[in-house]
Protein backbone atom coordinates (compact mmCIF):
# COMPACT_ATOMS: atom_id res chain seq x y z
CA UNK A 1 0.00 0.00 0.00
CA UNK A 2 0.83 3.65 -0.98
CA UNK A 3 1.48 5.84 2.17
CA UNK A 4 -0.88 9.38 1.64
CA UNK A 5 0.92 11.84 0.70
CA UNK A 6 0.47 14.77 3.57
CA UNK A 7 1.17 18.40 2.28
CA UNK A 8 1.16 21.26 5.09
CA UNK A 9 -1.85 23.51 5.11
CA UNK A 10 0.50 26.45 4.49
CA UNK A 11 1.78 24.82 1.35
CA UNK A 12 -2.04 23.89 -0.12
CA UNK A 13 -3.04 27.50 0.82
CA UNK A 14 0.00 28.46 -1.31
CA UNK A 15 -1.07 26.13 -4.58
CA UNK A 16 -4.84 27.61 -3.87
CA UNK A 17 -3.44 30.99 -4.77
CA UNK A 18 -1.67 30.11 -7.75
CA UNK A 19 -4.31 28.16 -8.78
CA UNK A 20 -6.50 30.88 -8.57
CA UNK A 21 -4.14 33.72 -9.62
CA UNK A 22 -3.92 31.29 -13.12
CA UNK A 23 -7.59 30.99 -13.29
CA UNK A 24 -8.12 34.75 -13.49
CA UNK A 25 -5.26 34.59 -16.49
CA UNK A 26 -7.11 32.28 -17.92
CA UNK A 27 -10.63 33.91 -18.15
CA UNK A 28 -8.96 37.48 -18.68
CA UNK A 29 -9.71 38.77 -21.68
CA UNK A 30 -8.16 42.26 -23.46
CA UNK A 31 -11.78 43.70 -23.98
CA UNK A 32 -11.68 44.56 -20.50
CA UNK A 33 -9.24 47.31 -19.44
CA UNK A 34 -9.48 47.38 -15.84
CA UNK A 35 -6.31 45.96 -15.67
CA UNK A 36 -4.41 45.07 -18.65
CA UNK A 37 -2.06 41.98 -18.86
CA UNK A 38 1.97 43.37 -19.12
CA UNK A 39 2.65 41.83 -22.93
CA UNK A 40 4.72 38.54 -23.13
CA UNK A 41 8.51 39.49 -22.97
CA UNK A 42 9.23 37.12 -25.95
CA UNK A 43 13.26 36.27 -26.66
CA UNK A 44 12.70 34.58 -29.73
CA UNK A 45 14.48 36.09 -33.68
CA UNK A 46 11.53 35.11 -36.04
CA UNK A 47 10.72 37.76 -39.08
CA UNK A 48 7.72 37.25 -40.64
CA UNK A 49 7.49 38.06 -44.76
CA UNK A 50 6.25 37.14 -47.95
CA UNK A 51 7.87 36.11 -51.04
CA UNK A 52 6.46 34.32 -54.13
CA UNK A 53 2.86 35.27 -52.81
CA UNK A 54 3.30 33.33 -49.60
CA UNK A 55 3.43 34.10 -46.10
CA UNK A 56 6.79 32.81 -44.31
CA UNK A 57 9.02 32.98 -41.06
CA UNK A 58 12.38 32.70 -40.05
CA UNK A 59 15.13 33.25 -37.55
CA UNK A 60 17.13 36.18 -38.16
CA UNK A 61 20.33 34.35 -38.16
CA UNK A 62 18.71 32.14 -41.58
CA UNK A 63 17.77 29.03 -39.58
CA UNK A 64 13.92 27.05 -39.66
CA UNK A 65 12.42 28.57 -42.14
CA UNK A 66 8.70 27.48 -42.43
CA UNK A 67 6.49 28.12 -44.91
CA UNK A 68 2.67 29.75 -42.71
CA UNK A 69 -0.37 27.72 -44.62
CA UNK A 70 -2.30 30.50 -45.60
CA UNK A 71 -6.02 30.64 -46.93
CA UNK A 72 -6.68 32.22 -50.59
CA UNK A 73 -5.25 33.27 -53.81
CA UNK A 74 -3.49 36.87 -51.93
CA UNK A 75 -2.57 38.01 -49.09
CA UNK A 76 -1.31 41.92 -48.75
CA UNK A 77 -1.59 42.69 -44.88
CA UNK A 78 -0.10 40.05 -42.06
CA UNK A 79 0.82 40.59 -38.23
CA UNK A 80 3.07 37.87 -36.50
CA UNK A 81 1.73 37.42 -32.40
CA UNK A 82 4.36 38.41 -29.70
CA UNK A 83 4.95 34.92 -28.69
CA UNK A 84 5.62 33.65 -32.40
CA UNK A 85 2.70 31.23 -31.87
CA UNK A 86 0.30 32.93 -34.25
CA UNK A 87 -0.10 34.63 -37.39
CA UNK A 88 -3.29 36.96 -38.25
CA UNK A 89 -3.48 38.20 -42.01
CA UNK A 90 -5.84 39.37 -44.78
CA UNK A 91 -6.53 36.82 -47.27
CA UNK A 92 -8.36 37.42 -50.65
CA UNK A 93 -9.71 34.78 -52.95
CA UNK A 94 -10.66 33.98 -56.53
CA UNK A 95 -14.34 34.06 -55.07
CA UNK A 96 -14.81 37.42 -54.42
CA UNK A 97 -12.30 40.45 -54.32
CA UNK A 98 -13.50 41.26 -50.36
CA UNK A 99 -10.50 41.05 -47.77
CA UNK A 100 -11.30 38.88 -45.29
CA UNK A 101 -8.86 38.25 -41.50
CA UNK A 102 -7.84 34.97 -41.18
CA UNK A 103 -5.87 33.40 -37.39
CA UNK A 104 -3.53 30.93 -37.90
CA UNK A 105 -2.22 28.92 -34.90
CA UNK A 106 1.20 27.11 -34.93
CA UNK A 107 0.84 25.05 -31.83
CA UNK A 108 -2.67 24.05 -32.93
CA UNK A 109 -1.95 23.93 -36.58
CA UNK A 110 -5.63 25.24 -36.77
CA UNK A 111 -6.71 28.33 -39.05
CA UNK A 112 -9.84 30.07 -37.64
CA UNK A 113 -11.56 32.84 -40.20
CA UNK A 114 -12.26 35.60 -38.26
CA UNK A 115 -14.41 37.59 -41.13
CA UNK A 116 -16.40 35.73 -43.82
CA UNK A 117 -18.89 38.02 -45.32
CA UNK A 118 -19.34 40.47 -48.13
CA UNK A 119 -17.48 43.15 -46.56
CA UNK A 120 -13.31 44.44 -46.83
CA UNK A 121 -11.03 43.73 -43.70
CA UNK A 122 -7.75 45.27 -43.28
CA UNK A 123 -4.92 45.99 -41.16
CA UNK A 124 -5.01 43.52 -38.45
CA UNK A 125 -2.84 43.06 -35.39
CA UNK A 126 -2.36 41.06 -32.37
CA UNK A 127 -2.81 42.16 -28.95
CA UNK A 128 0.62 41.96 -26.75
CA UNK A 129 -0.97 39.35 -24.40
CA UNK A 130 -1.77 37.67 -27.74
CA UNK A 131 -5.40 37.14 -27.04
CA UNK A 132 -7.40 39.72 -29.26
CA UNK A 133 -7.16 40.39 -32.98
CA UNK A 134 -8.06 44.41 -33.70
CA UNK A 135 -9.16 44.98 -37.53
CA UNK A 136 -10.71 47.30 -39.53
CA UNK A 137 -14.17 47.11 -41.36
CA UNK A 138 -14.91 49.22 -44.32
CA UNK A 139 -18.97 49.68 -44.20
CA UNK A 140 -20.25 52.68 -46.16
CA UNK A 141 -17.08 54.45 -47.50
CA UNK A 142 -16.10 54.33 -43.31
CA UNK A 143 -13.36 52.04 -41.61
CA UNK A 144 -14.75 50.75 -38.28
CA UNK A 145 -12.69 49.08 -35.48
CA UNK A 146 -13.81 45.74 -34.22
CA UNK A 147 -11.88 43.18 -31.66
CA UNK A 148 -11.69 39.73 -31.59
CA UNK A 149 -11.41 37.53 -28.96
CA UNK A 150 -9.26 34.28 -29.85
CA UNK A 151 -10.24 32.95 -25.94
CA UNK A 152 -13.68 32.82 -26.84
CA UNK A 153 -14.37 33.69 -30.65
CA UNK A 154 -16.22 37.15 -29.35
CA UNK A 155 -16.42 39.84 -31.53
CA UNK A 156 -16.69 43.08 -30.38
CA UNK A 157 -17.45 46.79 -32.14
CA UNK A 158 -15.04 49.47 -30.72
CA UNK A 159 -18.09 52.27 -30.63
CA UNK A 160 -16.41 55.10 -31.47
CA UNK A 161 -17.28 58.30 -34.42
CA UNK A 162 -13.86 57.54 -36.45
CA UNK A 163 -13.05 56.34 -39.87
CA UNK A 164 -9.37 54.53 -38.80
CA UNK A 165 -7.14 54.03 -40.23
CA UNK A 166 -3.50 52.11 -39.24
CA UNK A 167 -4.88 51.08 -35.87
CA UNK A 168 -1.73 49.83 -33.37
CA UNK A 169 -1.96 48.68 -29.66
CA UNK A 170 -0.18 50.28 -26.70
CA UNK A 171 2.47 47.75 -25.11
CA UNK A 172 -0.16 46.80 -21.99
CA UNK A 173 -2.66 46.52 -24.64
CA UNK A 174 -5.21 49.22 -22.95
CA UNK A 175 -5.21 51.92 -25.73
CA UNK A 176 -5.17 51.74 -29.48
CA UNK A 177 -3.69 54.73 -31.84
CA UNK A 178 -4.41 55.06 -35.06
CA UNK A 179 -5.02 57.64 -38.07
CA UNK A 180 -8.41 58.66 -38.29
CA UNK A 181 -11.08 61.10 -39.31
CA UNK A 182 -14.00 62.08 -36.79
CA UNK A 183 -15.86 63.83 -39.49
CA UNK A 184 -15.12 66.83 -38.67
CA UNK A 185 -12.31 68.86 -38.36
CA UNK A 186 -9.95 67.07 -36.77
CA UNK A 187 -8.06 64.52 -39.03
CA UNK A 188 -4.80 62.88 -37.84
CA UNK A 189 -3.72 61.25 -34.76
CA UNK A 190 -5.99 59.75 -32.37
CA UNK A 191 -5.88 57.84 -29.41
CA UNK A 192 -8.39 55.90 -27.59
CA UNK A 193 -9.32 53.34 -24.94
CA UNK A 194 -9.54 49.50 -25.57
CA UNK A 195 -13.64 50.12 -25.65
CA UNK A 196 -13.16 52.98 -27.91
CA UNK A 197 -13.82 55.29 -24.40
CA UNK A 198 -11.86 58.80 -23.91
CA UNK A 199 -11.40 58.87 -27.69
CA UNK A 200 -8.67 62.02 -28.17
CA UNK A 201 -7.47 63.90 -31.06
CA UNK A 202 -3.53 64.15 -30.21
CA UNK A 203 -2.40 66.53 -33.93
CA UNK A 204 -2.04 66.30 -37.16
CA UNK A 205 0.36 63.38 -38.76
CA UNK A 206 -0.13 59.47 -39.72
CA UNK A 207 1.25 55.95 -39.27
CA UNK A 208 1.49 56.82 -35.23
CA UNK A 209 2.50 53.59 -33.27
CA UNK A 210 3.44 53.47 -29.49
CA UNK A 211 6.60 53.05 -28.25
CA UNK A 212 7.44 50.15 -26.21
CA UNK A 213 6.83 51.85 -22.79
CA UNK A 214 3.63 53.17 -23.81
CA UNK A 215 5.19 56.69 -23.35
CA UNK A 216 5.59 58.16 -26.92
CA UNK A 217 4.49 57.89 -29.95
CA UNK A 218 6.38 57.95 -33.27
CA UNK A 219 4.12 59.11 -36.78
CA UNK A 220 5.18 60.59 -39.49
CA UNK A 221 4.02 63.93 -41.53
CA UNK A 222 4.25 65.59 -45.09
CA UNK A 223 6.10 69.05 -44.65
CA UNK A 224 5.37 70.82 -48.10
CA UNK A 225 6.39 71.21 -50.59
CA UNK A 226 8.26 67.80 -50.92
CA UNK A 227 9.45 66.65 -47.58
CA UNK A 228 7.83 63.74 -45.29
CA UNK A 229 9.12 64.43 -41.53
CA UNK A 230 9.69 61.79 -38.72
CA UNK A 231 8.55 62.88 -35.24
CA UNK A 232 8.32 61.15 -31.84
CA UNK A 233 6.08 63.47 -29.02
CA UNK A 234 4.20 62.51 -25.88
CA UNK A 235 1.12 60.52 -25.65
CA UNK A 236 -0.57 63.99 -24.93
CA UNK A 237 1.25 65.28 -28.07
CA UNK A 238 3.86 67.84 -25.84
CA UNK A 239 7.27 67.76 -26.32
CA UNK A 240 6.55 67.20 -30.26
CA UNK A 241 10.27 66.43 -31.69
CA UNK A 242 11.68 66.34 -35.50
CA UNK A 243 14.00 63.42 -35.79
CA UNK A 244 14.61 63.38 -39.42
CA UNK A 245 13.47 65.52 -42.66
CA UNK A 246 14.50 63.88 -45.94
CA UNK A 247 12.08 63.25 -49.34
CA UNK A 248 11.69 59.70 -48.58
CA UNK A 249 11.29 58.15 -45.18
CA UNK A 250 9.55 54.68 -44.77
CA UNK A 251 9.28 51.81 -42.02
CA UNK A 252 10.45 53.38 -39.01
CA UNK A 253 10.43 51.07 -36.13
CA UNK A 254 11.15 51.16 -32.27
CA UNK A 255 13.89 49.09 -30.90
CA UNK A 256 12.54 46.86 -28.27
CA UNK A 257 13.55 48.81 -25.29
CA UNK A 258 12.34 51.69 -26.97
CA UNK A 259 15.81 53.93 -26.81
CA UNK A 260 16.51 53.72 -31.11
CA UNK A 261 14.21 54.31 -33.67
CA UNK A 262 15.24 52.11 -37.01
CA UNK A 263 14.13 53.48 -40.93
CA UNK A 264 14.88 53.70 -44.65
CA UNK A 265 16.13 56.91 -45.68
CA UNK A 266 16.43 57.91 -49.19
CA UNK A 267 19.60 60.47 -50.37
CA UNK A 268 20.76 58.86 -53.96
CA UNK A 269 19.70 55.72 -53.11
CA UNK A 270 17.72 53.67 -49.77
CA UNK A 271 19.67 52.94 -46.62
CA UNK A 272 19.36 51.61 -43.23
CA UNK A 273 19.41 54.34 -41.00
CA UNK A 274 19.55 54.23 -36.83
CA UNK A 275 18.83 57.44 -34.79
CA UNK A 276 17.91 57.70 -30.46
CA UNK A 277 14.72 58.85 -29.47
CA UNK A 278 15.90 62.48 -28.68
CA UNK A 279 17.39 63.02 -31.87
CA UNK A 280 20.86 62.16 -31.63
CA UNK A 281 23.32 59.47 -33.31
CA UNK A 282 21.96 59.73 -36.04
CA UNK A 283 23.99 56.37 -38.19
CA UNK A 284 23.72 55.17 -41.55
CA UNK A 285 24.15 51.53 -41.38
CA UNK A 286 24.37 49.89 -44.62
CA UNK A 287 25.81 53.21 -47.45
CA UNK A 288 26.10 51.05 -49.99
CA UNK A 289 25.15 51.45 -53.97
CA UNK A 290 22.24 48.73 -53.65
CA UNK A 291 18.29 49.95 -51.88
CA UNK A 292 18.56 48.47 -48.68
CA UNK A 293 14.39 49.02 -47.01
CA UNK A 294 11.89 47.62 -44.78
CA UNK A 295 14.56 47.11 -41.67
CA UNK A 296 12.56 46.04 -38.50
CA UNK A 297 14.35 44.91 -34.92
CA UNK A 298 14.19 41.28 -34.06
CA UNK A 299 11.74 41.27 -30.85
CA UNK A 300 15.10 39.89 -28.73
CA UNK A 301 16.33 43.11 -29.97
CA UNK A 302 19.68 41.26 -30.96
CA UNK A 303 19.75 41.92 -34.70
CA UNK A 304 18.34 43.73 -37.69
CA UNK A 305 16.17 42.21 -40.67
CA UNK A 306 15.96 44.37 -43.92
CA UNK A 307 15.21 44.02 -47.78
CA UNK A 308 17.74 44.41 -50.08
CA UNK A 309 17.38 44.98 -54.12
CA UNK A 310 20.15 45.39 -56.25
CA UNK A 311 19.17 47.52 -59.50
CA UNK A 312 21.58 45.65 -61.80
CA UNK A 313 20.77 42.08 -61.13
CA UNK A 314 17.01 42.73 -60.29
CA UNK A 315 17.18 40.83 -57.33
CA UNK A 316 16.09 41.23 -53.70
CA UNK A 317 17.30 39.47 -50.75
CA UNK A 318 16.77 39.11 -46.71
CA UNK A 319 19.82 40.24 -45.08
CA UNK A 320 20.14 40.15 -41.02
CA UNK A 321 23.06 42.65 -39.59
CA UNK A 322 24.13 43.30 -35.74
CA UNK A 323 22.05 46.51 -34.27
CA UNK A 324 25.49 47.90 -35.09
CA UNK A 325 25.57 47.76 -38.81
CA UNK A 326 28.50 44.57 -38.71
CA UNK A 327 27.46 40.80 -39.90
CA UNK A 328 25.56 41.38 -42.75
CA UNK A 329 24.06 37.96 -44.35
CA UNK A 330 21.92 36.88 -46.70
CA UNK A 331 18.87 34.67 -44.69
CA UNK A 332 16.60 34.36 -47.39
CA UNK A 333 17.15 35.16 -51.19
CA UNK A 334 13.85 35.57 -53.79
CA UNK A 335 13.47 33.67 -56.87
CA UNK A 336 9.84 34.64 -57.67
CA UNK A 337 10.94 38.22 -58.74
CA UNK A 338 7.85 39.14 -57.13
CA UNK A 339 9.27 40.83 -54.17
CA UNK A 340 10.22 40.35 -50.50
CA UNK A 341 7.83 42.04 -47.69
CA UNK A 342 8.47 42.42 -44.30
CA UNK A 343 5.67 42.36 -41.87
Known amino acids: MFEEWSIPMRTKKKILSVLIVLHILVIYSCSDNSNPILPINSGHSKILFQANNQLNIINADGSNFQLVPT ?24 DTTYQQILLYNFRSNETIKITDDNLFHDSPVISPDNNCVLYLTRRDWKNDLYLYNILNGEVKQINCN ?84 IPFQTNPRFSPDGSRIIFSKFTTNFDIYLINIDGSNLINLTNSDTEETQPVFTPDGSRIVFTQYDNITNTMKLYSMKIDGTDKKVIFEDSSNLGIKIF
Not at 75 to 92: E, I, P
Not at 205 to 230: A, R, T
Open 71 to 94: QGLYTFVAKLSSDASKVVYGSVDT
Open 162 to 245: LNAFNPNFSADGSKIVCYGNNGGDSVGIFVMNIDGGDLTFIKNGSFPVFSPDGKKILYQKFIPPYDNGLYIMNTDGTEDKLLSL
